[in-house]
């Protein structure tokens, strides 16, 4: 039997500081959407991102029409100011959750994974610790529901969408950091060590399918880094250089499994390894 682990005071109020910015997150995007529904309703068009709309208010409200009345220019005026009292408000909490993520060892290891800053380092420190209740990576993946679901009959294995299992905000910021890896850090993904594996997954996979897939494999890296008490670092493994006469063939020794190297010279094989 398995038991949840308990977490530190510390663990709770960085869990606490998460839980309150995730809150104020939502809060300020459900003020931007009410901001840009009611410009819309007068036929007013801001260009999608947060950014675009945060440049053209000042110049709408401040350009006197008849699309707006003065009444929804004072509505729209206020909701502007719960914009920037929420924002704000997320810049403190941001910054007190850096700060602590810049004392913690642990979440300094886990900043060296690409794609992982102070706030995703910190939120899986504050929900798992270090790690130790999960025995492997792929274990970890599980549980934050980024693996497909398995629908298994007969000799038929089907796998589903992912289970979007457990805890959905730290599931929602590796994925935003797969993101990352993948639209901001294209130039270095040789430098990680995952040029390879991305340059295969784009050739077969949706470019959403991708960023879920590489989503799961960052948390592996980071339940490893976090686990061992290791940063990450990539080292290139250099191919050991390959004899002329020796070559892989069938075993034909004690051991019938697999490949052995037998060696062949001038033709002949006594079939040892």
């Known amino acids: 039997m398995k038991f949840v682990a308990t977490k530190t005071a510390d663990q709770l109020d960085l869990q606490a500081l998460h ?5 104020l997150v939502g809060q300020r995007t459900g003020v931007i959407n009410q901001i840009r529904a009611f410009l819309l309703e007068r036929g007013i068009v801001v260009r999608q991102g947060l950014r675009f709309l945060q440049a053209e208010l000042p110049t709408i409200l401040s350009t006197r029409s008849d699309a707006l009345s003065p009444r929804m220019l004072r509505l729209i005026e206020a909701l502007a100011g719960d914009w920037r009292r929420l924002g704000e408000r997320i810049e403190d909490i941001s910054g007190e959750i850096e700060a602590l993520a810049r004392q913690d060892q642990a979440c300094e290891r886990l900043m060296t994974v690409p794609g992982i800053g102070p706030i995703i380092s910190s939120a899986m420190v504050a929900a798992i610790g270090s790690g130790d209740a999960f025995s492997k990576g792929r274990d970890f993946g599980a549980w934050l529901g980024l693996v497909p679901q398995q ?4 000799d038929r294995t089907i796998l589903g969408s992912i289970s979007k299992r ?3 905000y730290l599931r929602a910021l590796f994925v935003q950091a797969a993101w990352v890896v993948l639209v901001k850090l294209g130039k270095k993904w040789e430098h990680y060590g995952l040029s390879t594996w991305i340059e295969a997954a784009k050739k077969r996979l949706h470019h959403n399918v991708l960023a879920t897939a590489l989503a799961n494999k960052l948390a592996r890296i980071a ?31 004690p ?18 390894p």
């Open 166 to 168: 457990s805890n959905r």
């Open 255 to 272: 051991s019938r499994r697999g490949l052995c190297a037998q060696a062949r010279w001038q033709g002949h094989c006594d079939g040892q």
């Open 223 to 253: 339940w490893a880094v976090l686990h061992k008490g290791r940063a990450f670092e990539c080292a290139k493994i250099y191919a050991l250089p390959i004899r002329p006469n020796l070559i892989l063939a069938p075993c034909s020794g």
């Open 19 to 23: 839980r309150v910015r995730e809150r």
């Open 151 to 154: 629908i298994s009959t007969g």
